[in-house]
């Protein structure tokens, strides 16, 4: 049986290997011994096949981008990091996009086309996840593109994912509250946490508490926002970890939130899951795909320019759940399937692997 390989450029992006792992096992790949540490410092003791080495967790080697043709069976890769000029002759090469977003495929780069083209096949989250394809230019045969589904809804949708243990992780005391999520994107698409995230801090928590989850990217920020929160005597305010992606996956914040707001994030079209209210925080980013209405959330959301109350906004959104039959059909307009994805995946793979 061929061997099975995961990659990506950074940590959080293998939360859409993790469950594959679970059912396959396999290696992780990361390109530098940096990487090397954040896998064994956030992946601690989650190693599920009796893998035994520093930290217990699942098997990871460090092996440069342009070396990774070399290796030899199943080469899943989790960003858009192929070399599409290079052959990988001694591997079946797989894509999955970590999110779906309505940012422009690869910020427009002629070089984003030339590398989907490389891989030997595409599994497709949804819909959506294929319009944005086409919608650079690319037409790929059929037989490329696997038609999936969301892998992460399983977990969310099984019930093992405990609210008010995941209460207790954000360490949130008043739970008569509501629990406002913001997890908005990071400097690639213009993310407003930088402009709004101590203002919301300041607003929301007059009445709910607000768990601030920033990106991957700004996670440096979510930390001096919770100090100066600190110094002005803001209370229940919560900070969400988002590199570790275990202790702190994105979907353990979706369990515990009541609405989240958000920008330009792919979480928005992740957290149509919940079918709980959402509002859009309006930025100034032009690079975005042009989706139909019915695979567009910011036809059918709330937008929050700055100048709105924000926590009328809420109450109101709250209160009337107006949204909710429109998340349910965007849910299913942007997702092939939102359960059993994972197996389906699963078997698509494992054939692979014995071929």
Not at 312 to 317: K, P, R, S, T
Not at 321 to 326: A, G, I, P
Request: hydrophobic share 35%; glycine share 6%.
């Amino acid at each position: 049986m061929k061997k099975l390989y995961y990659y990506a450029n950074n940590i959080y992006q293998f939360s859409y290997a993790l469950p594959i792992y679970d059912k396959l096992g396999g290696t992780f790949i990361v390109y530098d011994k940096k990487k090397w540490w954040q896998f064994k410092l956030y992946l601690n003791n989650r190693a599920k096949f009796s893998e035994k080495n520093f930290r217990n967790t699942p098997e990871v080697i460090v092996c440069p981008r342009r070396e990774v043709y070399k290796l030899e069976g199943v080469i899943f890769f989790l960003s858009n990091s192929i070399i599409s000029h290079q052959k990988y002759d001694k591997a079946v090469t797989l894509f999955h996009e970590h999110g779906t977003s309505d940012k422009l495929y690869g910020g427009g780069r002629p070089s984003a086309k030339r590398k989907l083209s490389s891989y030997d096949y595409i599994l497709l989250s949804g819909e959506k996840n294929k319009k944005r394809i086409e919608e650079i230019g690319l037409q790929l045969p059929d037989e490329k593109l696997i038609e999936i589904g969301g892998l992460r809804f399983d977990e969310f949708l099984d019930g093992t994912i405990d609210k008010n243990q995941e209460m207790d992780r954000l360490g949130i005391k008043d739970r008569s509250r509501k629990n406002i999520l913001y997890a908005p994107t990071w400097s690639f698409g213009e993310g407003t946490f930088k402009k709004y995230a101590l203002k919301f801090a300041e607003e929301i928590t007059q009445k709910h508490n607000l768990i601030i989850r920033p990106h991957y990217h700004d996670r440096t920020h979510g930390t001096y926002v919770k100090y100066m929160a600190k110094l002005k005597g803001i209370k229940h305010l919560y900070l969400s970890q988002s590199a570790n992606l275990i202790k702190s996956d994105t979907l353990r914040d979706f369990i515990v939130s009541d609405l989240m707001i958000s920008d330009v994030s792919s979480v928005i079209y992740e957290y149509l899951i919940t079918r709980n209210p959402m509002i859009i925080a309006a930025n100034e980013f032009e690079q975005r795909h042009d989706m139909p209405s019915e695979m567009n959330i910011m036809d059918h959301v709330d937008i929050y320019s700055g100048k709105e109350n924000i926590l009328e906004m809420i109450d109101e959104n709250l209160e009337t759940q107006k949204y909710r039959n429109d998340y349910e059909k965007l849910l299913h307009n942007c997702f092939y399937n939102v359960d059993g994805c994972v197996n389906k995946a699963v078997e698509f793979i494992r054939n692979l692997m014995q071929e």
